[in-house]
C-alpha cells in the first residue's frame, strides 16, 4: 500500500511510519523539515517533491499537530490563534485539496483528533477548537468527495512530548486537570506511540464501515 503520513519526525507520526514500513507498505512522510505547516502556502511546492509520481493513496493519515500553551483563552494572542489554525485545520485542507485537485486517488483519510475536542478543559481553547474545526473539515470534505473515506480518530493518552509539557510544565494550581495527565503516566493509562500505532494500523481497514465522516476513540473500539 502507499501511505502519506504527516508529522513523522517524532511520536505517534513516527511510530506509525516505522510499523507500516516494517509492513513492506511504502511510507510518504513528512516532517517539519519537508514542510513547515505554520505556512500553509508551503503545501503546493513541497507536496509534489514529497510525491512525485504517486497516483494512488491507501490511506493518509493527518497526524502532525500542536498543543500550543495551556492558558486561558482571553491570553492567546490573533497570531497564536492563526498559527494553531494553521497548523491543526487548514494545511490540512491544502493537503487534501492538491491530492484531490491532482487526482490522486485517495482510498482513506484519518485525521488525529482527540477528546479535546469534543469536551474541552480550562487553558485547552486554541488546541480544542482547532480539533474540533478539523472534525467538521473531515465531515464536510465527506460530503464532498464521496469516493475517500474519512474519519476523526482521537487515539487517547498517547506518552509523547505533549505529554511531557502537561505533566510538567503547566501550573497545575491553575490548571488542576493537568494532574489527570501525570496520573495516567503514573498507573500506565498514558500508552507508549509504538503500541497506539500498532492499534490503529489493525483498525485502519476496518473504519470504512463507519459512517463518513465521524469521530472514533481508539480506546472505545480495541
Partial sequence: MNILITGVSSGLGKSLMEEYTNQGHNVYGITRDDIDLEYVEQVNIQLPKILKSVTELDVVILNAGMLGDIKTFNNWSHEEILKIMNVNVWSNK????YLFNNEIEVKQVISISSGASKHTYKGWGGYSISKCALGM????????????HFISLAPGLVDTKMQDYLCNDVD????????????AREDGT???????????IDLIPTLVQLDNGSFVDLRDVI
Avoid: G
Fill in 94 to 97: 491544502y493537503i487534501l485539496d
Fill in 137 to 148: 473539515l473531515m465531515d464536510v470534505y465527506s460530503k464532498e468527495v464521496e469516493d475517500t
Fill in 172 to 183: 497545575k494550581n491553575e490548571f488542576p486537570m493537568m494532574d489527570k495527565f501525570v496520573k
Fill in 190 to 200: 498514558s500508552r507508549k506511540p509504538s503500541e497506539v500505532a500498532k492499534d490503529m
